[in-house]
């Protein structure tokens, strides 16, 4: 079954975009742009800063961040990971407070 996540248009095959997602994250510094924690490639999550139908894939809108600060981003399209992490003990249960705009 196919996730109804809303993504940009046209996602990039995974070859590509695992290419992608080591480039942006080599362009980052290896570290989240929000929090500055260093991260492996691996436990990395590539964002795109405008999402759904009017993001693409272009390198201007992806920035790397750690899961905290992604999960925590102020988008709707967030709030399953969002379940999945309060369910998992990352934030807290009151994590209203901690979402940030951008």
């Not at 942006?24 to 590539?46: A, N, Q, T």
């Not at 993001?55 to 999945?84: I, P, Q, W």
């Amino acid at each position: 079954m196919r996730s109804s996540k809303k993504v940009p248009k046209k996602r990039q095959p995974r070859a590509i975009w695992n290419v992608t997602r080591k480039r942006i994250w080599l362009r980052d510094g290896e570290r989240c742009v929000r929090c500055g924690i260093p991260l492996k490639l691996k436990g990395c999550h590539i964002d795109h800063i405008k999402s759904g139908k009017l993001g693409t894939n272009e390198d201007n809108n992806l920035r790397t961040l750690c899961y905290v600060c992604h999960v925590l981003r102020a988008d709707f399209r967030h709030n399953g990971m969002r379940s999945k992490a309060i369910a998992q003990g990352i934030i807290p249960p009151n994590w209203r407070h901690l979402v940030w705009d951008g």
